[in-house]
C-alpha cells in the first residue's frame, strides 16, 4: 500500500486553523523552508488509516497461540474501568484520592493472597523490570545479614531468556544448570551447585517447555537449606492461578506478568506493569511507599529505610493494574481457577490433536503451552518451523512463537490460552495437519508461503539492523 507521504497532494487539507490570537512570529525567526507534512483531506487520511489498520492481525481477528507471551482475549470491561475519569485523570502526586488507595490496597490484598506472599509493590513496569527489582530484595537481604558474599544466582536451562540477564544486571554471577531428560530440574546438578555463594534460585515454573516442574518442593528446600532464596518467574501465572501457590511450595519472591495473565494486551511495547511480591523477610526492602488501612481510611506508610529505593516513578502503571484489579474481582474465587484449567485443557487438547504427526518436544502433561520440535520434518521436507509458522497466516491466524526455547530445534511453541473455543482449535489443528502433509506433497509450497499476506518474507535481520523508520523523500 501507498504511504502517507505517497498519498499526499499538494495544498490539500483537512484542518481549518483558527484566526492567530498570538504575537505574529517576526520573519527571521521563522523556517524558511516549509516542513515537508503530508498534505490530505479528512477522507483520504481516514482510509490511510483503515487500511492500515486492516494489514495488521490481532487477537481481535483470530488465533494467536504465541508460546510464552499469552495473547489473550481480555475482557472489555476492564478497559471500560479503566477508563474512568476517577482512575484515567487523577494527578499522581495527588496524595489522598481514597479511591485509588482502595485500588492499589486492595490489588495488594489479593495478589498477595493469589500467590501466597505476604507483601507486593506494583512499581516495576514489566516482567524483567520486576526480576530485576526481585532480585534486588534478594542482594539486599544477604547484605544486610551479613553475607555480602552470596553472590550466585542459579538459573535452570528452561528458564526464560530474561532471568540470566536480570541477574547478571543485578551484579550477580549466573550459574547455569543443564534439566534432567523430562525437562525439570536435574535435583543433583541443583545440590552440586548450592553452596556458600549461593544468594538464590530463579525458576520460571512452568518452565519454558510448559512443563510444571514436579520436583517443586525439594528444589526450594535444597536451596533454602543451602542459605539461598527462591525466586518464582511468575510471569505465566495463567495455569496456576487459584489452583496452587508459589508461596506455599516455598518461593520467597515472586514477580506476576499482570499483561500476560491478568488481562492487559501484551505486545507493541507496554504498558505493561510486573507487579514483585515477597514474603515478610523481604517485605522492608520494597521499594516506595505501601498502601495501609487505617479504620476506613487508606494511607500511605513511610518508605522503610532498608527498601532498595523507588524502581518506578509515582505508583508504576497505575490503569494495568486497575484492569487486573476488576479482572480478578470479575472472575472472584470460581473464575481464577477456571481461567487457569481452561489454559491447560486447551494446551493438552490442540497437542493431542498434533502429537501423533507432530514430534512434541518433551512428552506428558503439559501446562498452558508445549514445544514441537519439526527436526524430523526438515531432514525429511526441507520444510522449515520458520515455513510452516508462515504457511499458517494463510489459514487466518497468527503463526506460533518460533526458534524458541534456543535449546530445542526448529521449535513452535504453542500456547492456545483458556480463551479459545474448541471449534478454533479444531481448525487451527487441521491448518497444522495440512501443513504437515503438503510438507511432503509441495515443499516448494511452503517455502513461498504466505501466499496470502500483503508481505510474504520480509529480511527480518535487515529491518532489525537497518530499520527505515522515515520517509525518503529524494529517492
Ligand atoms: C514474558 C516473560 C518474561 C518477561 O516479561 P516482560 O514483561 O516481557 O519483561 C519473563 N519471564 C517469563 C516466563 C515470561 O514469559
Known sequence: MKTVFERSVPGRHCTILPACDVPERKPEETRTAPLRLPELSETDLSRHYTELAGQTFGVNDGFYPLGS????????????????????KIHPT????????????????????????????FEPAAGAHGELTGLMLIKRYHELTGHPERNEIIVPDTAHGTNPASSSMCGFKVINIASAEDGCVDLEKLEAVCG?????LMLTNPNTLGIFDKNILDITRIVHKA???CYYDGANLNPVMGIARPGDMGFDCIHLNLHKSF??????????SGPVGCKALLADYLPGRRVVKDGDVYRYTEEKPESIGKVRSF???????????????????????????????????IKSLLEDTYDVFRKGTCMHEFVLTLERLKKETGVSALD?????????????????????????????TETESKETLDKAAAAYLEIYRKAYEDPEYLH????????????????????????????
Open 227 to 229: 542459605g539461598g532464596l
Open 196 to 200: 556458600e555463594h549461593t544468594a538464590g
Open 388 to 416: 510452516v509458522a508462515k504457511a499458517l497466516q494463510d489459514y487466518d491466524m497468527h503463526p506460533p512463537t518460533m526458534y524458541f526455547p534456543i535449546n530445542v530445534h526448529e521449535a513452535l511453541m504453542i500456547e492456545p
Open 94 to 121: 495527588q496524595e489522598n484520592a481514597q479511591g485509588c488507595l482502595k485500588a492499589i490496597y486492595l490489588a495488594e490484598k489479593y495478589f498477595t493472597e493469589i500467590t501466597g506472599m505476604d507483601a507486593m509493590t
Open 315 to 349: 505508583h508504576g502503571n497505575f490503569l494495568v493494574m486497575i484492569k487486573a484489579l476488576t479482572y480478578v474481582l470479575t472472575l472472584g474465587k470460581e473464575g481464577i481457577p477456571e481461567v487457569a484449567k481452561n489454559a491447560v485443557l486447551n494446551a493438552n487438547y
Open 448 to 475: 513461498n508461503a504466505p501466499h496470502r499476506s500483503p508481505i510474504g518474507r520480509p529480511d527480518e535481520v535487515g529491518a532489525a539492523r537497518h530499520p527505515k523508520v522515515k520517509y525518503d523523500f529524494e529517492g
Open 263 to 272: 488481562s492487559t494486551p501484551h505486545g507493541g511495547g507496554g504498558p505493561g
Open 69 to 88: 507471551c499469552t495473547m489473550k482475549y481480555n475482557p472489555k470491561i476492564n478497559e471500560e474501568i479503566a477508563g474512568l475519569e476517577g482512575f484515567a
